[in-house]
């Protein structure tokens, strides 16, 4: 399937703490990366998480190669040869120092900053100037120019973005240099960032679990981005549990209902030992099961409801490593997000 | 994988956990602070509130101190919206429970308010860098999360010298980027308050007399030339305001993380059996006792347990293959092989988790079906807890 967002060169996946949007966001980057697309994926939050999950050492200030693309098929048979993925992992003191450089020629001035203590006033004390750095620093690696002579172009960036609480004012860098610079070059700057964070060439993608708290979250985000007019994208339902009932055993199931002797002479059949303990604690595990589903179908009609394409990756019980996430990236490229 | 130093030698399966004892904890006349950290989504917030419920319905005199906006909790405790000001919590007996939630702004303009003369307090109140600094800055809410439960220890407990309206503060930490800024916020400050940059800041950009040493005007002029010279001098407006209500802060920042050093309170690192949240958890744990903070146990929360089917992953999922006309079965012994790895996975990281921190009392909290609506929720979690 094609992509449904093929004008968008910046992808920001936020999400719930614990619905898995650095998960996403890695998974998502590889599957943008097949076909001999380059793709660069930045982390802003200090975790290290990025070289975690592709077991690499710890980032660096500077665009690393970690992984090569999901490989596909084309129609011939052939493989297509995929891209590479690049990682950055964007730290606010470097960020600014590399911005003093690219933009004022300080000397010895830039070092001067530092032993001042401006660096870490500008990085972790003045208010919004942290965020400010780092979506700055976004920003130039979507919209290269020649400032920044040699560097590699990117066909897409895709972000590891804060949490959907906060992603709002991250991404609004207008509103929170508003107060402090109402002109200057400053504000010049963080104005030209506000026309690619609006434009169509950036989305904003939502990871969520089919709960009650994340769903809220998400819809809270949702207007919360639509009314700072920044592109809502898609929403990720992210760890969906697989369907393993029939759905028309469900509701005995939820009712307590199934047929004891029937799994008995099933499991039987099976080769394996049906004593009761084990049948009762089967129909009690499917009854569990059944509630959740229950409360899960109710969010996904919320989520449907949102107004957005949805995309939704199921849950691996053993858990992510590399592999797992070339799976997850060739779901969502079937899906249309990748 | 490599990137486990941590990880210690596998003892044969020895009991490395020592049950936390939730209730003992709770009832300890001499626990007056209980603070629950953690990474984002493990269920802070909702343990912190049914930790307070559970020691109010154990008779004790309790506040909760939120940071999250959670409408869903304050519905849940039957109170219309969380504020600055604690509000009742009602049909809790025979103790009380109050709840509030952290005012960023609010609490910084009554701190600015009560350290500056009125005419001062408002200078700063009106000034462009204060607004944006008091709302939005990313430590802001840890430093005023610590204020917040300097102010309501001071104002509250008898033992004090206060009204006597509390004796137990259960209080919930911010989502931090790093987990424990809180820790931070008062060295933070002070070393911002003795550093270079004040002084900078400080100093006179202009005038008759030019007292400054070539090495600060080649910095002001370089800010000068990057931030405009209008943001320049708004800051320096700023600085020379707050600098006369700085004393203030940072002796009451380090009142408070003398209080969090003292035996009567208890920090409680909350985790979801994930190795990402356990891994923050880890480091959570490190930090406070590097810290010399009274760590006095781990909850996981949302766990998987096993229960009384006796089927490994391996022999249901083999056992659902053989069953491709009985859906139904199959369904439910491929339902128990996804169970059982799951259960597996998670005793893994627990039992990981105990070796490398051995002397951690945990508490490990099932999952429930549905999420906590209502009081009663929040009591079914006090007894999880509890270990009921």
Redesign the interface.
């Known amino acids: 399937m094609s992509s449904d967002w093929p004008h968008v060169q910046l992808h920001v996946v936020t999400g719930k703490g614990g619905t898995g949007k650095s998960t996403v966001a890695a998974a998502l980057a590889l599957g943008l990366a097949s076909h001999g697309k380059n793709v660069l994926l930045c982390e802003v939050e200090g975790r290290q998480g990025v070289a975690r999950m592709f077991d690499v050492d710890p980032l660096p200030y500077a665009e690393t190669r970690i992984a090569t693309g999901l490989r596909m098929r084309s129609r011939s048979g052939a493989d297509a040869a995929p891209g590479n993925v690049y990682a950055l992992h964007i730290a606010p003191e470097e960020a600014l120092l590399e911005y003093l450089k690219m933009y004022y020629k300080l000397g010895p001035a830039g070092r001067a900053l530092d032993r001042f203590g401006v660096t870490e006033f500008a990085t972790t004390i003045a208010p919004g100037v942290r965020d400010v750095l780092l979506t700055g620093k976004l920003f130039e690696a979507v919209q290269r120019n020649s400032r920044n002579k040699g560097a590699r172009t990117y066909d897409a960036v895709v972000l590891d973005a804060p949490p959907t609480g906060r992603i709002t004012s991250f991404l609004n860098v207008s509103e929170s240099v508003a107060g402090l610079a109402k002109v200057g070059p400053i504000k010049n700057q963080a104005d030209t960032m506000m026309t690619l964070f609006r434009s169509r060439r950036t989305a904003v993608h939502l990871v969520t679990l089919l709960e009650e708290m994340p769903v809220q979250e998400t819809a809270d985000g949702i207007s919360e981005l639509r009314a700072a007019g920044l592109p809502v994208g898609g929403v990720i339902v992210n760890q969906v549990r697989p369907r393993d009932l029939p759905d028309e055993s469900l509701s005995a199931a939820l009712a307590g209902d199934l047929d004891s002797e029937e799994i008995a002479e099933d499991l039987k059949r099976a080769g394996v030992e049906p004593d009761p303990g084990l049948v009762a604690a089967l129909t009690e595990e499917a009854k569990e099961y059944a509630e959740r589903r229950a409360l899960e179908d109710t969010q996904r009609e919320l989520v449907a409801g949102l107004g957005v394409p949805t995309y939704e990756l199921d849950r691996t019980a053993g858990g992510i490593d590399i592999g797992g996430l070339y799976e997850l990236a060739a779901e969502l490229k079937d899906q249309g997000l990748a | 994988?490599?990137?486990h130093p941590r990880v210690g030698p596998l003892a044969a399966h020895a009991d490395h956990t020592h049950a936390l004892e939730v209730d003992r904890l709770l009832d300890d006349r001499d626990t007056h602070i209980i603070v629950c950290c953690g990474?984002?989504?493990?269920g802070k917030t909702t343990t912190s509130a049914a930790l307070a419920l559970r020691a109010a319905e154990r008779g004790r005199k309790v506040v909760v101190l939120t940071i999250d906006p959670a409408?869903?909790l304050a519905q849940s405790m039957g109170i219309a919206q969380l504020d600055n000001t604690p509000r009742p919590v009602p049909d809790v007996g025979p103790g009380r429970l109050d709840a509030m939630m952290l005012d960023m702004k609010r609490t910084f303009d009554e701190v600015v308010e009560s350290q500056a003369s009125p005419e001062k307090a408002q200078q700063i109140l009106n000034n462009?860098?204060y607004?944006?600094?008091s709302s939005?800055?990313?430590?802001?809410q840890e430093y005023m999360a610590m204020e917040k439960l300097g102010q309501l220890y001071r104002d509250s407990f008898a033992h004090n010298g206060g009204s006597g309206d509390y004796d137990l503060i259960v209080v919930d930490t911010p989502?931090s980027?790093?987990a424990l800024d809180f820790l931070d916020a008062p060295e933070?400050l002070s070393s911002?308050l003795d550093?270079?940059?004040l002084r900078?800041m400080l100093a006179p950009t202009k005038g008759p007399v030019r007292l400054m040493s070539a090495?600060?005007s080649?910095?002001t002029?370089?800010?000068k030339?990057?931030?405009?010279?209008?943001?320049l001098t708004?800051l320096q407006t700023f600085v020379t305001a707050l600098d006369t209500v700085f004393g203030g802060f940072r002796q009451r920042a380090q009142e408070t993380y003398a209080l969090l050093q003292a035996d009567e309170t208890a920090f409680l690192v909350i985790a979801?059996p994930?190795?990402?949240?356990l891994r923050e958890a880890a480091y959570f744990v490190e930090r406070l006792s590097g810290d010399r903070m009274p760590l006095q146990g781990l909850v996981i929360n949302r766990a998987t347990l096993p229960?009384?089917?006796?089927?490994t992953a391996a022999?249901?999922g083999a056992?659902?293959e053989?069953?491709p006309d009985?859906?139904?079965?199959?369904?439910?012994?491929?339902?128990?092989a996804?169970?059982a790895?799951?259960v597996e996975?998670q005793e893994q990281l627990r039992e990981r988790f105990a070796v490398a921190h051995p002397h951690v009392p945990t508490a490990v909290v099932p999952a429930l079906?549905?999420?906590v609506h209502d009081l009663d929720g929040l009591r079914e979690i006090g007894r999880l807890l509890a270990g009921e």
């Open positions: 994988m490599t990137s990474s984002g989504g493990v409408r869903r462009q860098f607004i944006a600094l939005s800055f990313a430590g802001t989502p980027r790093s933070r911002f550093g270079r940059f900078l090495g600060i080649i910095v002029n370089a800010l030339k990057v931030l405009g010279g209008q943001m708004d979801a994930e190795p990402d949240a229960d009384e089917a006796a089927l022999a249901a056992a659902s053989r069953l009985a859906p139904l079965t199959a369904g439910l012994l491929r339902l128990h996804d169970r790895l799951l996975r079906p549905g999420d």
